[in-house]
């Protein structure tokens, strides 16, 4: 195969994986603050839509993108308020909106169907795009591939790095010592959740606005992304560089399914493209792995070297999501 | 920094937690906080360290009068507290736990703060990895850390919440070292605990706590019996008691040892008649409770034999047990022992054994009326349970008892029952009792433990004692049991 | 009289929800430059407004009908069945599966396609069974581990059409080869309404509220919802009363997609569950999971979807108005609980 033709398809792996990025970065940063986002796949729909429907009538992609990220950011915080405040199932809302945001965009989007707006340009990187094998890769992307390399360092240095992201960390796993520290717990809540959605939100314009351009209605093809982006977040063991892993290979794998496909007639590509679920599921086996009782019975019943080896091993495996993802928080 | 407490009230809906405490504490002291359990201490110490407000009420520290409205405004007038179980992030490494809370840069000066952490820990001697995680840590290392975290803060007021249980003598002594040194650079220091032996060897002075109200004033040196006179009160009468008829033993515990990841109890034997009443006398925390569970299959023994009317079911799992006639009634009666959101009449129908597929909802709302109306219970069949009162609901939970029963293993049977209800509720027990069932339960009210037991353990941080005859006791002793002396052999952990 | 009180309160702000979900709807129709009255009007002559649009009315009503009914035993349980969208597929998949082992056959037919909608049945069950094993066995959250399963039932599906049950020529999706008439479940002259699914639905319903209602199973799966452990203390066997109900949830998600198969699409497409799963999820929590809504509300959201299909041709609007109002009814219903709970707890 023509070795040109292999590097214009990983560039184009990297761009793919973009929006898929945002999305699942900004869910990482949710659900490190304790609340699972479940209505990202409507989110990204609803964004694409109304992003595309802004720049349309504005002719400006700023404005455009900007939009999507208002979307993402307001339904996350319907998912927030209902939960944090309202104390209702967080599973419930964000489930409920996933539905309607997704119709949402098909109802509102129907005028727009087939019309075109402003696209992203492809900015090649001066200087840097001379690499050998690595320019051509890395730096002849447009301009939200190249901010999406930075949120990756960006997220993971905020969340490990800084002072704020050990709050964050703190709030997530145990919201009461979190607390006693001086933490607002629900307010941090609230921020992170309406970034991650803001985050999310930005996946929406990159479809629509770049990759694949205009508002196609039920036949965009974003279904389902919402949801691979939440599978990536628990493989990525809710750490941004882990997580930007798991969406490269998902793009990977998407591309490979279009390569192969010639050789394999009988099996779609969407087969391949289900690969992060199964993986999410291998994860959450393993993150209890340690802790089940038949584990703990064993390891007692082994030499000690051995022992600290396998648990070490466990422990590298464990990716455990926040202690407490999911419920609610109430000061004494 | 001084500290004084000024006319705290502060009531939980009917329950008076502090009533009109006023305590001063001179800078650079040990004051110890003395009480049972329920005497307010905790809530006492919530109050200063921020994470409840008094109801009225000042504080005062050195002599300015302060409004602290949470844990973190404590902080920062110099306030901190050593919880009972460190608030603290199991998953995290010692130096992130230990910077977390702190303000300064964006960045995190994992580097300086560990050059201060391990400055720090010098001072005193510990000797914690800054890299190693915190949940691999013992408890003792984890107080140490948390100490280390507070003063790092510029804490002047240091507030410990029964810091000697689950940790080693070595490493008590170290933290009675610690403590000492900090009161003589001018911290003030409040040491929140049972263990007399402790209090008596660490502290300058005592306050006693009971029912809510300041008993007593105490400076070293100081009186066991004084001590334990202020925290319990005095005697009531004694009631009547049964005496054991038959040979073989309805329920026997063999040499039993339990673990659980604060202490170790072992060397347990215990014979129980029927128709015997065992009570657990003992601070909570102190092992009763895992003991308890042991009895019932919960928690299972690393040792030992645990006989039920001459059954070996240690290893059995809890619905084995049930199937003998063992039955458990849990302290926490909406979270382990009812199901909130269904009715009285439901609870009936899971209770009794299945009798064909479909059920006959006027057989049981009938029976149901009935049990209501035999125990007295102030509710509908159609009531659901967490809209019954306190009261009405150990009625109902004891209403559910199987009969015939072997064993029943009660956790706090009267815990916030009016005096009607109590009496009420040991009335039933004794039927049970002269039916033939023993009973076991815990208590944390010397008058009911000796009202109502034949024999009494006395727990002590996992030690425990041999049954002592209730004939032959009184509140003084075991008041002493209780706060750590009178042990034949020195406690060792 | 206090009690009166707090119905009526109650009944207020339901209503106050549903009026707020319609103001809303009719905003977004606004917003989309449609004629909000004319767009009921529409919706409603779609769903009743002749026969062939009632048949299809309660041909979508049986399949909601089915995975709610289903859902009911799940969330009374204390789960949240998110796979069961996967578990209608399988059942479906199972159905095909065993109606083209016996295509050739000599069986009366309606014993084959009792045989295959019974294989149905018991596919949704296995694919249950499985999330409720990664739960019970793995601590798999039952909500990853049914997004999971839906996924790769869907990519099976696909494998299946394009692979080893392509049509003769080459796969396309439209799906497999559609079996011959004899192997349909009977239907109305002129319908694609059976009576034989619709029996079944009611049944199914009608199994489920006794069950839920009337015997001790059902009462044990409340307390295994409402609080694990004291169900464990007042001696219920806890897991293995957490299977039941998935396998039951499972095999009624079985059922519905049997009958999709054999009453509906005659053979297997992609996407054949068609989103009643979720659907079943939302009228669940819309009705606050009490059997004797299920029926009703399932038939308002079924005549929505049938009422919507229209729209595109009449007034050029999408037809995902019906989800819009469906996910409006439900969101502000569960905002106005939330609102409501607040309100009145701090006045008690």
Redesign the interface.
């Known amino acids: 195969m023509n070795f040109n033709l292999i590097l214009i398809g990983l560039a184009g792996v990297l761009s793919a994986a973009s929006p898929v990025l945002f999305a699942t970065i900004g869910e990482t940063f949710s659900e490190r603050s304790g609340v699972i986002n479940l209505s990202v796949n409507g989110t990204i729909l609803l964004s694409a839509m109304f992003s595309f429907a802004v720049a349309l009538k504005t002719n400006s992609l700023i404005l455009g993108f900007l939009a999507g990220m208002a979307i993402g950011a307001l339904v996350a915080l319907v998912v927030a308020f209902s939960s944090i405040t309202l104390h209702q199932s967080q599973v419930a809302v964000g489930f409920v909106l996933t539905l309607m945001c997704r119709d949402l965009s098909y109802f509102l989007g129907n005028s727009i169907m087939g019309m075109s707006a402003p696209t992203l340009p492809s900015l090649a990187i001066p200087g840097l795009v001379k690499i050998p094998i690595l320019g051509p890769l890395l730096f002849k992307q447009d301009l939200m591939t190249y901010l999406s390399y930075l949120l990756i360092f960006l997220a993971w240095i905020w969340i490990f790095k800084t002072r704020p992201g050990l709050v964050l960390l703190g709030v997530g796993e145990r919201p009461a010592a979190a607390y006693i520290r001086g933490a607002n717990v629900k307010k941090i809540r609230y921020l992170y959740t309406a970034l991650g959605g803001a985050l999310v939100g930005l996946a929406g314009p990159i479809y629509s606005l770049s990759l694949k351009a205009g508002w196609k209605g039920t036949i965009s093809g974003l279904d389902g992304i919402g949801w691979i982006a939440l599978a990536i977040t628990i493989f990525g063991g809710w750490n941004p560089i882990r997580a930007a892993f798991g969406a490269y290979l998902f793009a990977l794998l998407q591309w490979l399914g279009l390569v192969l496909q010639p050789s394999l007639p009988n099996i779609p590509s969407q087969v391949l493209q289900v690969a992060p679920f199964p993986l999410m599921i291998l994860t959450l086996l393993l993150v209890n792995l340690g802790n089940t009782e038949w584990v703990v019975r064993t390891l007692a019943g082994m030499p000690p070297r051995t022992r600290r080896f396998v648990s070490r091993l466990l422990r590298s495996m464990r990716s455990s999501p926040p202690s407490a993802l999911g419920t609610p928080f109430e000061n004494q | 920094m001084e500290v004084e407490l000024h006319n705290i009230y502060k009531t939980f809906g009917m329950v008076r937690a502090n009533i009109g405490i006023n305590l001063k504490v001179p800078a650079g002291s040990i004051q110890s906080i003395l009480g049972e359990n329920g005497a307010g201490k905790s809530t006492l110490m ?1 109050v200063l360290s921020g ?2 407000q008094a109801d009225s009420g000042e504080i005062l520290l050195n002599h300015q009068p302060v409004i602290i409205q ?3 405004d404590a ?1 920062r007038h110099g306030i901190g507290m050593l919880h009972q179980d460190p ?6 490494k010692v130096i ?1 736990d230990f ?3 702190r ?6 000066p994992r580097k300086e703060a560990g050059k201060e952490f391990m400055a720090l820990q010098q001072k005193f001697n510990f000797s914690i990895d800054p890299e190693t995680y915190v949940d691999t840590m013992t408890v003792g290392e984890r107080q140490q850390l948390e100490i280390l975290r507070l003063l790092w803060l510029g804490a002047q007021v240091l507030i410990l919440d029964e810091p000697t249980t689950g940790i080693s003598a070595l490493q008590k002594e170290k933290l009675f070292e610690t403590l000492r040194l900090l009161a003589s650079q001018g911290m003030t220091v409040i040491f929140v605990s049972h263990k007399l032996e402790d209090v008596e060897n660490l502290c300058d002075r005592v306050a006693v706590l009971r029912r809510g109200e300041l008993v007593g004033e105490v400076l070293s040196p100081y009186d066991t019996t004084q001590l334990v006179e202020l925290m319990f009160g005095k005697i009531l009468t004694l009631g009547e008691r049964q005496s054991c008829n038959t040979e073989i033993p309805a329920f026997e515990l063999k040499d039993l040892e339990i673990e659980d990841y604060r202490m170790k109890i072992e060397g347990v034997n215990l014979k129980l008649c029927k128709g015997e009443v065992i009570g657990l006398a003992g601070m909570e925390g102190s092992g009763q409770g895992i003991l308890l569970r042991a009895c019932c299959g919960l928690v299972r023994p690393v040792a030992g034999k645990v006989m039920v009317d001459g059954h070996n079911l240690s290893g059995k799992s ?2 084995d047990y ?1 199937e003998k006639g063992v039955a ?1 009634l ?1 302290a926490s009666r ?9 009715t009285l009449a ?2 009936f ?3 009794e054994s ?1 009798q064909g ?3 006959n ?1 006027k057989r049981v709302y009938a029976q149901t009326e009935q049990r209501i109306s035999d125990f007295a219970i102030h509710g509908r069949p159609t009531s659901k349970v967490e809209t019954l009162s306190g009261g009405n609901q150990q009625r109902a939970i004891l209403a ?1 008892l199987r009969n015939p029963l072997s064993v029943l293993l009660l956790e706090h049977p009267t815990r916030g029952l009016d005096i009607e209800s109590t009496i009420y509720i040991w009335d039933k027990l004794k039927e049970r009792c002269r039916q033939g069932a023993s009973i076991i339960f815990i208590s944390p009210d010397l008058d009911e433990i000796l009202q109502y037991s034949d024999h009494i353990l006395v727990f002590f941080s996992g030690r425990v004692s041999p049954p002592l005859d209730a004939n032959n006791t009184s509140v003084d002793h075991l008041g002493q049991l209780i706060g750590g002396k009178g042990w034949s052999d020195t406690f060792v952990a | 009289m206090a009690k009166e009180r707090a119905r009526w309160i109650n009944l207020a702000f339901q209503l106050g929800a549903i009026v707020t979900a319609l103001l809303f709807s009719t905003l977004i129709m606004l917003l989309a430059g449609a004629p909000p009255l004319q767009a009921f009007k529409e919706i409603i002559l779609g769903a009743v407004g002749s026969t062939d649009n009632i048949s299809n009315v309660l041909v979508a009503w049986v399949p909601l009908l089915l995975s709610t009914t289903g859902l009911l035993v799940t969330f009374t349980a204390g789960l949240w069945n998110i796979g069961i969208e996967g578990q209608i597929t399988l059942g479906a998949i199972f159905c095909t599966w065993a109606l083209r082992l016996n295509q050739q056959s000599i069986l009366p037919p309606w014993i084959i396609l009792v045989r295959s909608i019974l294989m149905g049945m018991f596919g949704g069950a296995l694919w249950a069974a499985l999330v409720g094993a990664l739960k019970t066995f793995g601590g798999v959250n039952e909500i990853f581990g049914g997004l999971g399963m839906n996924f790769i039932a869907t990519a099976i599906t696909l494998w299946l059409i394009f692979g080893p049950w392509k049509r003769p020529g080459i796969g396309s999706m439209s799906g497999t080869e559609p079996f011959p008439q004899t192997l349909w479940l009977p239907v109305f002259p002129n319908l694609r309404l059976s009576l034989w699914s619709v029996l079944l639905g009611i049944l199914a319903l009608i199994v489920i509220y006794l069950l839920l209602q009337g015997t001790y199973f059902g009462l044990r799966l409340k307390a295994v919802g409402n609080n694990l452990r004291a169900a464990f203390r007042l001696g219920i066997p806890t897991w293995q009363n957490t299977m039941t109900a998935f396998i039951l949830c499972g095999s009624f998600a079985g059922l519905a997609g049997a009958i999709q198969v054999t009453g509906v699409y005659h053979r297997l497409i992609p996407s054949i569950s068609s989103g009643y799963g979720f659907l079943g999820l939302m009228v669940a929590m819309l009705i606050n999971y009490q059997a004797v809504w299920v029926a009703p509300v399932a038939l308002f959201f079924a005549a929505l979807n049938i009422g919507s299909i229209q729209l595109p041709i009449v007034l050029k609007l999408d037809s995902s108005l019906s989800g819009v109002l469906q996910g409006s009814l439900v969101l502000f219903v569960l905002i106005v609980d939330g609102i409501r709970q607040r309100v009145l707890g701090r006045k008690s």
């Not at chain 2, 303000?103 to 995190?108: A, M, V």
């Not at chain 2, 909406?334 to 269904?342: N, Y």
């Open positions: 919530k994470f409840i949470s844990p973190a902080i608030l603290d992030f199991p998953p995290m992130d910077i977390l809370g303000s300064g840069s964006l960045f995190l809890y619905h049930m458990f849990p909406l979270e382990e022992g009812l199901v909130p959101g269904l439901e609870h129908i899971l209770a299945q597929i479909f059920i909802w559910l």
